[in-house]
């Protein structure tokens, strides 16, 4: 069973400050199916990335996914005041299901 | 447009049932795979279960499994989630989600979730 680590817990920056997330599994994340999920306060969880650096429908080129093999990263280039929620990685295609990071918060500084 | 329209929340006693379902439009339902996902109050998210389109395959969490049982019913357009010897720790957020495949692959599509309170 992948275990995956968020860190930080919480990052605390300014409207137009870029934004770097780290996502950590505990073994390889096979064909990279790695997701990004955002969530407001509320709301439903929102599909951000797939295949670690795949844009969803209709997201922002200002949000990217990079890496591979165990170390993954989402980076928001220039934080919009939109954008500020908390964040979850997620690794698919697995004949046991799917695991979730525990989430980062991104909160306004 | 695709919507998902989850049903049955509600407050149970621990050791009692519930049966949740998900209403699906807007998609060729009976062409995907679809998931429950939870999340505890003021806590991260969980993926609870899993159903291939034609309900041969379903998955389970550990922390579930041998309680809660997925189903589907195509000619509806409906998900289900029965669950049964429910326990505090089950309180949560239930969420449909829908896959952009048929087959384990990432949950496109989430409907806005129905409430499940276990307490006596």
């Known amino acids: 069973e992948i275990v995956l680590t968020q860190s930080p817990g919480t990052l605390s920056l300014s409207p137009g400050e870029r934004a770097t997330l780290s996502c950590r599994a505990s073994q390889s994340v096979s064909s990279s199916y790695l997701a990004w999920y955002q969530q407001k306060p509320g709301q439903a969880p929102r599909l951000l990335i797939y295949?670690?650096?795949s844009r969803a429908t209709g997201i922002p080129d200002r949000f990217s996914g990079s890496g591979s093999g165990t170390d993954f990263t989402l980076t928001i280039s220039r934080l919009e005041p939109e954008d500020f929620a908390v964040y979850y990685c997620q690794q698919y295609g697995s004949s046991r299901g799917y695991a979730f990071g525990q989430g980062t918060k991104l909160e306004i500084k | 447009e695709v919507q998902l329209l989850e049903s049955g929340g509600g407050l149970v006693q621990p050791g009692g049932s519930l049966r949740l379902s998900c209403a699906a439009s807007?998609?060729?339902?009976?062409?995907?795979?679809m998931s429950w996902v939870r999340q505890a109050p003021g806590k991260g998210l969980e993926w609870v279960s899993a159903?291939?389109?034609?309900?041969?395959?379903?998955y389970y969490a550990d922390s579930v499994k041998g309680r809660f049982t997925i189903s589907r019913d195509n000619s509806k357009n409906t998900l289900y989630l029965q669950m049964n010897s429910l326990r505090a720790e089950d309180t949560a957020i239930y969420y449909c989600?829908?896959?952009?495949?048929?087959?384990?692959?990432?949950?496109?599509?989430w409907g806005q979730g129905t409430l499940v309170t276990v307490s006596s």
């Open positions: 295949g670690a650096s």
């Open positions: 159903i291939t389109s034609s309900s041969g395959g379903t």
């Open positions: 807007g998609f060729t339902f009976s062409s995907f795979v």
């Open positions: 989600a829908k896959a952009a495949y048929n087959s384990l692959s990432v949950l496109n599509y």
